[in-house]
């Protein structure tokens, strides 16, 4: 099957809609945008160093309190029912942009001894893709860089040739958390740095392991017509496979350029409903408490519609059932329960349930702890938990 694809791979993308997996004949019918899934936010994140939460708590103590969490390693995040990973990537080109972050002196500076694990991104790294955080204070990884990161996805998935469609949200950082100057200013993604991006996923992952925009889009003029009009591939066809996405709109004008409609593209935009490029979207800003304000209520009601009607249109939906510690302090599942009801195929959270938070041990968890369940609206009505399995 995976020499077919790789020698006829126009048409097995279209051919292979219709296709089961081995072992897997009984999700046939049932298509990638019909399953809810539940993956990690800033997958890669270790906790941030001590001395650099004390030394934030002194300066900003809500922005403290919102880096305060961590994930343990990517396999076991795997191992734990995660179906979608987050990565954020700065582009590197000289290989020794972020080799010292400033956040050390400035520790010193108030009075603080900087711990000495600061950071993994070094120069030995060379010039791939650094996975981290924040410039300068918030560096620290369980896998760098991007390569080594998706060799460690690639493994698991070896391990695992079954698995539901993995989805690898990219967020390409390129900005500052303060634009003060003191901060390393980000270097900025080109067409060449996208076109280097692709060729690293590629390279790793093979063509065939990878669920494209060009195998969604089949013989239709626009990923946005394709996905109305046909759909998405089935969950055979994404068993075993990964999809790239992007975290910001940001990314979109300078990637399509070549490239309408992401063809001959690796990884799907943030798109804009609508637009030629548009079959994955992020619904992450509908919700008024994500300041932290113990007045504010989360606006069910527009969130929850404003989703569902995405999802009904075809698009493939990310959310997050928390952000920035907020739910979990405060113990409020409203923005977990809207994400739940609301299609949303891809639920983002800090907290999985293999690691409560500390506060409440607030989780985010399907009923009965399964990894993914059909979705509550548009699987069909023949869908079963058998289906969406591993």
Not at 110 to 136: E, R
Not at 210 to 228: F, M, Q, S, W
Not at 242 to 267: E, I, K, M, S, W
Request: proline residues 7%.
């Amino acid at each position: 099957m995976k020499t077919a694809f790789s020698t006829f791979s126009a048409l097995g993308a279209v051919f292979a809609l219709c296709l089961p997996h081995a072992g897997f004949a009984a999700d046939a019918p049932v298509k990638m945008n019909q399953v809810q899934v539940i993956g990690t936010h800033n997958s890669y994140r270790r906790s941030i160093a001590p001395s650099t939460l004390a030394w934030l708590t002194a300066k900003s103590p809500q922005m403290a309190e919102a880096l305060d969490y961590k994930h343990g390693t990517i396999p076991a995040q795997l191992d734990g029912g995660m179906r979608q990973l987050e990565i954020d990537i700065y582009a590197d080109s000289n290989g020794k942009h972020y080799a010292h972050p400033r956040g050390a002196e400035w520790q010193k500076k108030a009075g603080l001894t900087p711990d000495a694990d600061q950071s993994d991104v070094t120069d030995m790294q060379g010039t791939d893709f650094k996975v981290m955080h924040i410039v300068d204070i918030d560096q620290r990884s369980s896998c760098e860089p991007l390569r080594n990161c998706l060799e460690v996805i690639k493994a698991w998935s070896d391990a695992h040739p079954n698995h539901l469609p993995l989805y690898i949200d990219l967020e390409t950082k390129q900005d500052v958390p303060i634009k003060n100057g003191a901060f390393t200013q980000p270097e900025q993604f080109t067409t060449a740095t996208y076109d280097k991006l692709d060729a690293e996923l590629l390279s790793v992952f093979g063509r065939d392991r990878i669920v494209t925009p060009d195998d969604v889009r089949g013989p239709y003029a626009t990923l946005n017509e394709a996905i109305r009009t046909r759909g998405w591939p089935t969950l055979a066809f994404g068993r075993g496979k990964v999809v790239f996405t992007f975290d910001r709109p940001h990314d979109t004008a300078r990637y399509l350029v070549g490239h309408p409609a992401l063809r001959g593209r690796v990884v799907f935009t943030n798109g804009r409903p609508g637009d030629p490029d548009a079959a994955y979207t992020e619904a992450n800003e509908g919700f008024v408490g994500q300041a932290g304000n113990g007045s504010a209520e989360v606006n069910n009601t527009t969130a929850l519609h404003e989703i569902q009607d995405l999802v009904k249109q075809g698009y493939l939906v990310r959310t997050r059932s928390d952000a920035n510690t907020v739910e979990a302090r405060q113990n409020d599942p409203a923005r977990r329960n809207v994400a739940f009801q609301s299609g949303a195929q891809i639920i983002s959270t800090d907290y999985p349930s293999f690691e409560p938070a500390p506060w409440h041990n607030f989780t985010v968890a399907f009923p009965g702890g399964v990894i993914a369940r059909c979705n509550p609206v548009t699987a069909p009505a023949t869908c079963s938990a058998a289906d969406v399995a591993e």
